[in-house]
């Protein structure tokens, strides 16, 4: 087995909100390093902190006080162009409700972060057409996304997330919006690439059906990350 490789790192990491002449913590001190190729499910209540942990992560947002790292490299020390260069490269994003361009296609949507990184190239349209496979889509590339049922559309999300490779893939919520048995099959489809690709997946959701296969489970809890579970 190789040695494990840190995608995400969290070190001593605050974040607080002033709230009139109060402050209030919702990360208190957060310790965290996710691994390339771990799948980890995020849980917690609503108000947790939740969406603020996984906008730290991505650098949308800047902790009171800690450091982020993401793929080595310190958020902090980087400038707000260059952390969108990072997100841009180096992190997918799945949203609760899908957000696809609706004037562009199936097709084209999942292009959009290769072309974004400046890939334009046949290898990039190859790499579409393979995952349009995958995720089961082959026959729908040329489709808009309101001709889609919600869980194609998320599965053409799964897609446009990974399509550029990236080393992490933050999901917010992404079977909130399907019933349980589409849910099921857009999970599938995100563990069996990010296993393949070895991505490291940070899953936020409050579906415990989720637990059973991540190979670590997270709870937020009063500013605390509690680590629950490690599957064998
Ligand atoms: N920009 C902000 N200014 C002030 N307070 C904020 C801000 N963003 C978040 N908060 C507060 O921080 C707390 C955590 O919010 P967050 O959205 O991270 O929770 P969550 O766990 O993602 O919740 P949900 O499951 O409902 O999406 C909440 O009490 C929220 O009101």
Known sequence: MSAPSPVVELHDVSKSYAEGDAVREVLAGTNLTLNAGEFTVLLGRSGSGKSTLLNLISGIDQPT?????????????MSEH?????????????????????????EENILLPLELTGRTGAASRDRVRELLG??????????????????????????????????????????????EQ???????????????????????????????????????????????????
């Open 65 to 77: 006080r800690g450091t982020v790292r993401v793929a080595g490299q310190d958020l902090g020390h």
């Open 82 to 106: 260059a952390r969108t260069l990072l997100r841009r490269e180096r992190i997918g994003f799945i949203f609760q409700a899908f957000n696809l361009l609706p004037t562009l296609t199936v």
């Open 182 to 232: 589409t849910g099921r099959k857009v999970l599938d489809l995100l563990e069996d690439l990010t296993r393949r690709e070895r991505v490291c997946a940070l899953i936020v959701t409050h579906d415990p059906g989720l637990m059973a296969r991540a190979h670590r489970v997270l709870r937020l809890e009063a500013g605390r990350l509690i680590e629950q579970a490690v599957r064998p």
């Open 134 to 179: 995958t995720v089961g889509l082959g026959n729908r590339a040329a489709s808009f996304p309101d001709r889609l049922s919600g869980g194609e559309q998320q599965r053409v999300a799964v897609a446009r997330a990974l399509a550029h490779a990236p080393p992490l893939l933050l999901a917010d919520e992404p079977t909130g919006n399907l019933d």
